[in-house]
């Protein structure tokens, strides 16, 4: 099984909303990432857990909140979006940290109204 | 840091034709070069990636080649498909897996 899940596939969500965004893999991988992506560019990463801990936050705001609850899954906790937050979240997996190509997700699609 | 510049940014031809993408890097420490693609409403695919000390690799219609010197890479498709329309992005990396860097992408099509 070499699949990344995502839920939800959409999100509508206004500026005072509270949600979450999740990501699930059973490949066994223990790095474990989340990536914004705007129309027309490319992925842009926002946080590396590795071996379920915080690696790298790439200065991502406050108002973004990431989780990883155990070694398959990663939320993505949203809180007092702006609408320039709108955008695909992808969430991707790697064997580690260094060690293995990174799959990703099919992403959600986010719009903050 | 390292950049990954990407070219070109669209690039139209016709099916059966070939299709060349560049990219440069700027780091010479970035060893590992993943290619993605990327459909319409999905998260990006790897399809193929090459390892500093390997100069080209090929994969049925698909061959990626790595000139270290020049510090530039390329991604080749033979015998276009209309299936093959997509925007592909390059990457680089100081080791697989690790932060990946992405070039800006290429909107591929191929007219049928």
């Known amino acids: 099984d070499t699949e990344v899940t995502q839920t939800p596939k959409h999100l509508v969500m206004g500026m005072t909303n509270k949600k979450s965004l999740k990501c699930e893999q059973h490949m066994g991988h223990r790095a474990m990432y989340w990536y914004k992506q705007k129309a027309k560019k490319p992925p842009e990463l926002m946080f590396v857990y590795s071996y379920e801990k915080l690696s790298i936050n790439e200065s991502v705001p406050s108002r973004f909140s990431p989780e990883c609850p155990n070694s398959s899954l990663l939320n993505l906790h949203l809180h007092a979006l702006q609408p320039e937050d709108s955008a695909l979240y992808l969430c991707?997996?790697?064997?580690?940290f260094g060690g293995g190509w990174q799959y990703f997700g099919p992403g959600t699609r986010l719009t903050v109204t | 840091g390292e950049n990954v510049e990407q070219h070109p940014s669209t690039l139209s031809v016709q099916e059966g034709d070939s299709a060349v993408i560049k990219c440069t890097y700027s780091d010479s420490a970035s060893n590992y070069f993943p290619w993605y693609k990327q459909e319409l409403g999905k998260g990006p695919q790897l399809i193929i990636d090459i390892r500093s000390n390997v100069g080209e690799k090929k994969d049925q219609r698909i061959a990626v080649t790595l000139n270290k010197t020049a510090k530039h890479f390329s991604l080749h498709i033979t015998e276009t498909q209309p299936e093959d329309s997509a925007v592909y992005f390059c990457a680089a990396s100081n080791n697989a897996g690790n932060m990946l860097t992405f070039g800006g992408g290429t909107r591929l099509m191929v007219k049928p």
């Open positions: 991707a997996s790697s064997q580690d």
